[in-house]
T-cell receptor, first 110, second 114 residues
Framework: QQQVKQSPQSLIVQKGGISIINCAYE??????FPWYQQFPGKGPALLIA?????SEKKEGRFTISFNKSAKQFSLHIMDSQPGDSATYFC?????????FGTGTSLTVIP | NAGVTQTPKFQVLKTGQSMTLQCAQD?????MYWYRQDPGMGLRLIYY???????DKGEVPNGYNVSRLNKREFSLRLESAAPSQTSVYFC?????????????FGDGTRLSIL
């Protein structure tokens, strides 16, 4: 059973648009929710993370929205740029055990 | 500041051959992990090590063995490679702290089994 479900699998957005990637989880004991960005040929790199005691976290153009009651969280990329084209993974963690979503391939068209 | 270093970057093996993937981190992290990444399946945990001298199975451990040589190094061994083990393998490390800490990943080893 997949602990973290991610959608969509792929996403195409125009430059300047908003990219939205959604994740849902089952285990209410998860206490840390990171998002990773991965470029071709590279390992995933931490983009932004949130803990369940807050509903939103913003860092520059990247925002995590967290809905504890619905067990859902999402990544919003404002003013999307071609350089944001990458694969994005959500994850949920408890006791240093990480469970990853299946990834979203984002393409930002100039 | 290297972070997590994986060697080799690429490898081609024949079915039945063995090899060891190496991983080292210079961040003094206690926890280290081995994942495989396959298209459409995200990252799946093979083994992890919460501290030097301890290892535990993850979601997909069959066909693999690991060694936590010291605090810095965590190796993954394929004893008898199979085509189903063709994948990209990532090593990661993290601190162990209440409330979670991010993992730091290497750039992966791309392994093909013929």
């Amino acid at each position: 059973q997949q602990q973290v479900k991610q959608s969509p699998q792929s996403l195409i957005v125009q430059k300047g648009g908003i990219s939205i990637i959604n994740c849902a989880y089952e285990n209410t004991a998860f206490d840390y929710f990171p998002w990773y960005q991965q470029f071709p040929g590279k390992g995933p790199a931490l983009l932004i993370a949130i803990r369940p005691d807050v509903s939103e976290k913003k860092e520059g153009r990247f925002t995590i929205s967290f809905n504890k009651s619905a067990k859902q969280f999402s990544l919003h990329i404002m003013d999307s740029q071609p350089g944001d084209s990458a694969t994005y993974f959500c994850a949920a963690s408890i006791s240093n055990q990480f469970y990853f979503g299946t990834g979203t391939s984002l393409t930002v068209i100039p | 500041n290297a972070g997590v270093t994986q060697t080799p970057k690429f490898q081609v093996l024949k079915t039945g051959q063995s090899m060891t993937l190496q991983c080292a981190q210079d961040m003094n992290h206690n926890s280290m992990y081995w994942y495989r990444q396959d298209p459409g399946m995200g990252l799946r945990l093979i083994y992890y090590s919460a501290s030097e001298g301890t290892t535990d199975k993850g979601e997909v451990p069959n066909g693999y063995n690991v060694s936590r040589l010291n605090k810095r190094e965590f190796s993954l061994r394929l004893e008898s490679a199979a085509p189903s083990q063709t994948s990209v393998y990532f090593c990661a490390s993290s601190e162990e702290r209440v409330g979670g800490q991010p993992q730091h990943f290497g750039d992966g080893t791309r392994l093909s089994i013929l």
